[in-house]
């Protein structure tokens, strides 16, 4: 009898194994047509969903200046932004500020050479972004300035890539291969249009002073055919991003102008990224919020990205995606802030892109990596109520001052507490729902507990400063029957 219950466990393992290898032949071999209806049919890979946290880098040539007045006006104090608001800007101080420090006559493009990267550590970038508990990183492997943070072989960006001119480094290849043998995926952001060559209205209006665009850019039709579309495909062969993040495609141009449907339709069906590459919603006018494996948002902009998408935020660590040295400690947010940031997102079943901005030669700064460490410490201890977890029909209370935050997974339910209480902790469950048991993340005590109903009474030991399991917010593990 026993050899039977053996034999019907294996032929058991072995249709799973089966069933599991056809579906991923199917993923592989599924053909995408160039047609919206056709490239948002296609599932998006599961390790999205899963990862919930990631880190952004914005690092390039604006890294050098890194500079612009804090304002507090949304997006407003952007640093890599200084070509397009910052050096020519007499309205912000930008103008004044290039001139008396750089010269009247220094041109964007005359930082190139200062953007040495001459410290820059991949091994430790790839190290710090692990020990924050990230599960991908995304660089900025292209801008709106233009300049690549890769050995680009496209003839229009010859001398502005940090091959030729800067760190002469592969910065891109570098990090990549070193974020990968850590564990985690690896994706970049891509900067569909260029300052230099792509208009920012109908009017003909540019970002940035005309003398520049008549000195180094492109018809913008050139541009698109010529540098956008064979770069996007470059950077898939050669590095097999895992995500990438375009961004600002949904400026001015639509689908047809920038070829969005057929790169979609080639990266998805013929790519050797096709099984595991995610891509965001900013590759076209229009395209935001409707059409891209996830959706977007950045500094809470959250209206368009829905509830039943997956989705985005992104965010540095203080105002700015780019380094900016007009930023002191307190237009950081702290290690509690990212935190609960982090809860509010994830259960909204959201993933958190958090940004660090490293300097010109190559540095993170250090207040960067002390949040991203404190954030690693939390995530060590809750992570399980955090990683592979989904959105729940309630998912964010508030009682007696302390906000209650859920998510699940499974047979799981998670109820993260964001100030300790005197004794008893009140959770509001879901109808029908009836709870197995109890248990406090990183906590081996036993925990006193009484369903009545939809309400849960979970008795809250007083615990010393030592004791507790972590700081600034704390899971319950409700195991449900």
Request: hydrophobic fraction near 35%; proline fraction near 5%; charge should be negative.
């Amino acid at each position: 009898m026993e050899a039977y219950r053996k034999s019907e466990m294996n032929m058991k393992s072995i249709l799973v194994t089966l069933i599991l290898g056809l579906s991923f032949l199917m993923t592989q071999a599924q053909k995408y047509e160039p047609t919206w209806e056709s490239l948002d049919s296609r599932p998006i890979p599961t390790w999205f969903q899963d990862a919930k946290f990631g880190i952004f880098i914005h690092w390039g040539v604006y890294s050098v200046p890194a500079w612009r007045k804090l304002e507090l006006a949304k997006y407003a104090s952007y640093a890599e932004w200084y070509y397009a608001r910052v050096m020519d800007n007499k309205e912000n101080g930008g103008y004044e500020f290039h001139r008396n420090n750089y010269g009247e006559d220094f041109e964007y493009r005359d930082f190139a050479p200062m953007f040495r990267a001459e410290l820059f550590d991949p091994e430790f970038w790839a190290e710090t972004f692990k020990n924050s508990g990230a599960k991908y990183v995304v660089l900025t492997s292209k801008h709106h300035d233009g300049y690549c943070l890769w050995p680009t072989e496209n003839p229009h960006k010859r001398n502005w890539n940090s091959q030729d001119v800067g760190p002469h480094r592969d910065l891109l290849g570098d990090l990549s291969k070193a974020v990968r043998e850590k564990g985690m995926k690896m994706g970049l952001y891509y900067s569909i249009p260029d300052w230099e060559s792509i208009p920012r209205n109908a009017d003909g209006e540019y970002f940035i002073n005309k003398k520049y665009v008549e000195k180094y850019g492109l018809e913008p039709e050139v541009y698109a055919a010529e540098i956008c579309q064979p770069q996007l495909k470059e950077l898939v062969l050669k590095y097999q991003p895992s995500l990438i993040f375009s961004d600002a495609g949904e400026w001015l141009y639509d689908e047809e102008f920038w070829k969005s449907r057929e790169f979609l339709a080639w990266l998805y069906s013929e790519s050797p990224s096709k099984g595991d590459v995610v891509v965001n919603d900013r590759w076209c006018k229009g395209s935001p919020a409707h059409h891209g494996d996830y959706f977007s948002s950045e500094y809470k902009d959250t209206e368009a990205v829905g509830k039943s998408h997956p989705w985005e935020e992104s965010r540095g660590v203080g105002g700015s995606y780019g380094f900016n040295r007009a930023e002191n400690l307190y237009d950081y947010q702290t290690s509690e802030e990212l935190i609960y940031e982090l809860l509010d997102i994830v259960s909204r079943g959201g993933n958190l892109l958090l940004n660090v901005g490293p300097t010109a030669d190559g540095r993170i700064p250090v207040i960067m990596q002390q949040r991203l460490a404190d954030i690693g410490a939390w995530l060590k201890v809750n992570g399980k109520a955090i990683y592979g977890t989904r959105e729940r029909q309630i998912n964010k209370t508030s009682r007696k001052g302390s906000v209650i935050y859920f998510t699940q997974k499974e047979k799981e339910v998670f109820a993260i507490f964001t100030s300790w209480p005197n004794k008893t902790l009140i959770i509001e469950m879901e109808e029908g729902e009836s709870i197995k048991d109890v248990n406090l993340t990183g906590y081996t005590g036993k925990l006193n507990w009484v369903q009545n109903g939809t309400q849960l009474e979970v008795e809250i030991p007083a615990l010393t400063i030592n004791q507790l399991p972590c700081i600034h917010a704390w899971s319950l593990d409700i195991i449900l029957k």
